[in-house]
Every structure is written in C-alpha cells, then in structure tokens.
C-alpha cells in the first residue's frame, strides 16, 4: 500500500458527494475515487443480500484502481455490508454510521437521541445498536422517512410540502424529548435548515459525513497512509467519478456541490465486477 | 409456440400488478409469468442504455419460461426499449404505451391530450410522438411528476400533501385546457380519485393498464394465440410470480392488490440471463 494511493469512496447515487465534499476540506492532499451506483439507486428500500451483493462489486472495482482507503459513504449500505466486507478486505474500509453514532453520544446530555434514515437504515437497527455498545443506557428512538430523498431530488429543499412531510415524521421524535438528532442518510443535510427548525434550537443535529472525514483522517495517520506530498491541484486526475448511468446528470450535480468543477465522469458496468 | 403457454408480464417493481390484473379479469383462462425488478427499481430516472439493458435481461428470463407473448407493464420500459426488443423476438410482445395513446386519441374531442408519467417516460417524448403519428393535428402537454410514485409508495393515496403536490404538477395541463389525460405511470391509477377531482369531470382520465389488456386480447385471437381450454382456478401454478429482491415484500403487496392470494414469490438474480 502506498500513502499516495487514493481513497475509494462509493454510494448509491449522489448523496455520497457530502461525504467527499468533507474529505476534500478536512484532507486536501489525498485524492479520491469515487463510484455512485446510479444504474440501481436508491439502496434504501432494498434488502441486505442485494445491497452486499452490490457492495461488493462495486469494492472490487475500486480495487482494480488501487485504492489504499474505502469509505462507504452510504448509511444503507454501511448498515447492511460494512460488518461483512472489513473481514474480506486487507485494507481499512469505514461506514458512515460509527462516526455519527460515537458524536451522538458524545453530544447528548439527557441521553435522548433520534434517529432518521431510509427504511433499509432504520429497519437494520444499526444505529441503535452501535450507540447502546457505546453506552448502554441511551434511549433510542427512530424514524424511516422515506420521502425525504425524492423530495430533495425534486429540489424541494425550502418548501412548505417539505415542511408539512418533515413535521408529520419528526412528530414522535419530539415526543420523546431527544436532544440529538442522527441525520442517518446524505442527503438529509441538504434540509438541514427544515429540520433544524421543527426540532427547535435546544436538539443539536449530527452529519455524519462531517464526522466520517474527521474519523478517516485519524484512521490514515494511525496507519501512517495519509499522504505525504505537495497538495495538487484540484485537477481531473487528482478527483475521478464513477457511475454504473447518467454520467452527464451525476456531473452536472457534483459541480453543483462540489468546491471544484467536475469535468468528467466515467460510467462503467459495475455488475460485471 | 402453443395457445397453453404463458404470457409474460413485466415492470421495474410493482406497479405492472395493475396490468396483470386486467389480464387476470379480461382473459381469465391465461397463465401469466410475471417478473418485478425490485432490486433495480425504479426505471423512471434511470437512461435509456440501461433500461434497454435491464428489459433484455428480463426477456431472456421469460423466454427460459416459454412465454407465448410478453406484456411490458411499464412505462419507462416501453418507451425506452419496445422499439428495439420487438425487432429482436420472434414472438408477440405490446408495452402500454400504444393502447393508452390509442385510447386517448379516440377519447379527445377537443384536440388536446395531457400526458403525466416518469421523468424518463416523458423525456422521451414517445407518448407525443405516438399520438402525433395516430393524429398529427393533435396538442400534447407532457408533465413529468416524479414524486407521485414514492407518495403512492408511503400510502398516501387520499392526502393535503398528494392533493398539494398534484395541484402543482397538474396546474400547467389545466392552463392548456386538455379534456383527455393519459395516466403515464402504472402507480397513478392508485391515486384517480385526487387527479380526477383536480383536474375536474370534464376530462377523461385514460389507464394504459386496461387499454393493454384489450389490446393484447385482440392480439392473441389475431395469432391464433389465445388460450381455448376450460378456465383453470386461481392456483398457484396458473400465475407465477418473480422478483430480483424482497420477495416477501412483494407477496403480500401482489395479494393486496390481485384478486387471488398470491402464495409464493421466488427471487431471482436477473443480471445472470
């Protein structure tokens, strides 16, 4: 392995791109692959075989670009393959949901917190059991919300439909009195402002696309793998997207979000991997 | 090919049940192979490579199963792959495009057809085209309405919220004053009572599901094709359900929705044919 290697990132779709964003600020030297499976997107409202089943295709592609890093940058699928695919893997692979589990209970003080996520996310459990091995005693509750992606894809961000569905969803968690709220899916911080508002300003709201790149970056200097160079460029080589469709639409949305213009995207046949 | 053998049904999910199910009702004495691909679902934001690619490797499935004639219950599908498939078969194969464009076509009286579907069915543009070629003079709005289906998926049929998101979508096909509207989507027929009361009693609210089993009745009795032996029970065997993921899921959905209860569901890896 070589610290100058880049990082493999992979998600369903789009919503991983928060999680690169991250890695970009927090370590500007490392360069990124990153694979969005937008021939099979969403993960959310699939089953644990087949989101493994795709995981690990899309791992043993990035293998083939000898990534010294992976990070699942996807809540369904870290909740239903991460466990799975570090015992098949001799490189170090994290998920995005430890990092946001260990900051929710570093965070809480009434040990209340709330979970969001996709059905897939919230029906695994994951969450509640990575915080109650952290701390036995915390009080979980959780909520799937599955309109929340395609509300966000429609570009509903501030509106008051968004409004409506957020407040109908949040309800019970707001009747348990939590003072932490989980966004467990990537896209769910792009309504932050929504949920942050209905929550009201005593719930404090973790990202674990925040948290993943601050526990990546530790991750690679206990390995000594972070990289040791000049920072480059923010050039086409340095960053490299993937996608199993719509390789123009996936661009398009990554300069949108992105610190730099994306110039190209590759679409390749994942499932051949 | 023999008059006893099946006919094939497929969709990206669900929501083809609805054209079997007229199948089922117009043409009791049929088998019928239907598959969902729930693991790749939905088609309607995906390109036209991969829909392509997704319905051969469906086909190649339910010729293993001796399929007399293949229904493609999906929109997205027959607007992306129909053209290019029926060239490639040597038996009958309809999508539900034709018969819904058909019956609109007959239904207008003033000239102008409103049609409402996937962001993929409507970027094609194929309803227009088909209408035009029955009718040149005839004016076609289109309106893409992404989030019908995830609201129709979370069970809210009779909503403020679907009610809200519909008046949106639909306000551009009141403003053109159409009096005939082609349901584009086979989830939308679940929500006619809101677009109907919406768009008021003078338009004519068009279902490709039930145009296509008219259409592909007549097809069958043209080919010599149609089933002429006693009509069989609602076993098990005569309508066979298949799925690439959450089979389960899908059983109990299909018995909600299809006149007999559906016992069995079986799982297949489709990316394999």
Redesign the interface.
Known sequence: MDRNSPIGVFDSGIGGLTVAREIMRQMPKERIIYFGD???LPYGS??Q??VLRYSRQIIRFLMTKEVKAIVIACNTASAYALETVERELDIPIIGVIRAGARTAVHSTRNGKIGVIGTEGTISSGIYTDVMRQMRPDIEVTVKAC??F???V??GLLHD??TD??ASRYLSVLKGRFIDTLVLGCTHYPLIRSTLGRIMGDEVTLVNPAYETAIELKALLEEKDLACQGAEEDGGNEKYQFYV???AEKFTAFATSILPNEVKETRKIHV?GY
Chains 1, 2 share one sequence.
Do not use: F, G, H
Request: no cysteine; net charge negative.
């Open positions: 937008t021939a099979r699939k089953s075989d087949t599955p309109l992606v395609p509300l894809e429609e008051t439909v409506e569905i199993s469709d719509l499932e």
